[in-house]
């Protein structure tokens, strides 16, 4: 049966490793597979890459006012499985666009992401898959300042944590960092 399966994880979790990997398992046994990506990540333009693997694999690029494109596609090609990566950037009617995917088409959907910002709140596309997925995995990753779990994306200029601020930052002087809950507030109030 089909599933909407939404896998996520901090900033360094290796989502796209994951995703690559996937990817190849797939399309090794010679199946068919889509792979979509939102323009507002802006590394990679037309691919999905990964620090940690030096292979890359294309990905169409989907705006926040492609309404249907992915749905289209997919019945076009009708592949094993669509992949999609920085889904926390997909707006919520494009989330139900992938649901339709699964439960119209049959096709499964595998898509990845951040759930929550730097202000730890939920993106609203994240918070709809939250909503509507089959299943919820979460991707493991280390706190850059603790042993802990890192769970937070925390946002930093000029060495500065940032509590407030746009969710969509392009072109500013910023840096990310994974904390822990315990670190982040630590690192909020000013405490090192
Ligand atoms: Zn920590």
């Not at 599933?3 to 797939?26: E, P, T, V």
């Not at 792979?35 to 940690?52: E, H, N, P, Q």
Request: aromatic share 10%; proline share 2%; glycine share 6%.
């Amino acid at each position: 049966m089909a599933k909407l399966i939404f896998r996520y994880g901090s900033m360094n979790a290796s989502k796209s490793a994951n995703l690559i990997m996937d990817w190849h398992n797939h399309t090794s046994n010679g199946k068919s597979v889509l792979s979509f990506k939102s323009t507002l990540d802006a590394r990679d333009y037309g691919y999905i890459t990964s620090r940690a693997i030096s292979t890359r694999i294309p990905a169409s690029l989907i705006t926040p006012e492609m309404n249907g494109i992915m749905y289209q596609m997919t019945e076009w090609f009708m592949p094993r499985i669509v992949f999609v990566d920085e889904v926390q950037f997909f707006t919520p009617q494009q989330i139900e666009e992938l649901a339709e995917i699964v439960d119209v088409l049959g096709v499964s959907v595998q898509a990845y992401g951040l759930t929550t910002d730097f202000k730890r709140e939920l993106f609203e596309g994240s918070k709809r898959l939250l909503e509507l997925a089959d299943v919820v995995e979460r991707i493991r990753s280390e706190c850059t300042e603790c042993s802990n779990e890192g769970l937070m994306n925390a946002r930093f200029i000029d060495g500065v944590l940032q509590t407030e601020g746009q969710t969509v930052l392009v072109g500013a002087e910023q840096t990310y960092r994974v904390l822990c809950r315990s670190c982040y507030t630590k690192l909020s109030k000013g405490v090192v």
